[in-house]
């Protein structure tokens, strides 16, 4: 079945600790976004990705990091630097991010719930 | 102002009946329009892209107004499985900006 994995379903993060979130795609697809979602608010653009080796920063990328070494995979870290890291993390993939119509929609994996203990 | 602007409901309705949403959008040379379902504590699935011409799909209804910036979707004959958030989506400076949604509830 070709789509979104992203794993784990559930994760804590201890102060101070880094945890990493994993994202893998089948589709061929060669953009890639990481969102977080917090509750009454839209989707927010932390990182995204058009091709292998190459991310950019989105509109809250303060305190996460990322990497693209394969065109399948997008890890996100969310590092101790991210004061308030408690969030549904949602990885998403498009065709490519340039185009116009189809090539536009994003498809989503089913998330990280991400809490603080 | 914010570039996606969405009522957050919720909209209560009976099944059966039909319900409209509207969102409006602040960027004038916006490019691209979606409606994407949301149910709870799940991820956000693509509804339908939303033309300039309108498009329909089954009881779903979408239309877009770029003189007055807004887009449209109407539900017909509402299910009960139609209850979900209904994010209005557009493609802004190169990026995808997301409505926060209106929540629909559809009761028996």
């Known amino acids: 079945d070709g789509g979104i994995t992203q794993s784990p379903k559930y994760l804590f993060r201890k102060e101070g600790q880094n945890v990493t979130l994993s994202c893998e795609q089948n589709?061929?697809?060669?953009?890639m976004y990481w969102y977080r979602q917090d509750p009454g608010q839209g989707l927010r653009l932390i990182y995204y990705?058009?091709?292998?080796?190459?991310?950019q920063k989105g509109d809250i990328a303060e305190g996460y990091s990322v990497s693209r070494e394969k065109k399948e995979s997008f890890p996100l870290t969310v590092t101790s630097a991210q004061k308030n890291p408690t969030a549904f993390y949602l990885c998403?993939?498009?065709?490519?991010?340039?185009?116009?119509?189809?090539?536009?929609?994003?498809?989503f994996g089913a998330g990280t719930r991400l809490s603080v203990l | 102002r914010k570039e996606v602007e969405q009522d957050p409901g919720p909209f209560n309705v009976p099944e059966g009946a039909t319900v409209a949403f509207n969102c409006t959008y602040s960027?004038?040379?916006?490019?691209?329009f979606f409606w994407y379902r949301q149910d709870c504590r799940k991820e956000p699935k693509l509804l339908m892209s939303?033309?300039?011409s309108g498009n329909e799909d089954g009881r779903f209804t979408a239309q877009l107004n770029r003189a007055s910036q807004y887009i449209s979707l109407l539900i017909r004959d509402s299910k009960l499985s139609d209850s979900a958030t209904y994010l209005c989506?557009?493609?802004?400076?190169?990026?995808?900006?997301f409505g926060t949604g209106t929540r629909l509830l559809v009761s028996p």
């Open positions: 998403a993939s498009s065709i490519d991010r340039a185009g116009v119509g189809a090539k536009n929609i994003q498809y």
């Open positions: 589709l061929n697809h060669d953009a």
């Open positions: 990705s058009q091709i292998v080796n190459d991310f």
């Open positions: 960027n004038s040379a916006s490019q691209s």
């Open positions: 939303v033309y300039s």
């Open positions: 989506v557009v493609k802004s400076f190169q990026k995808l900006v």
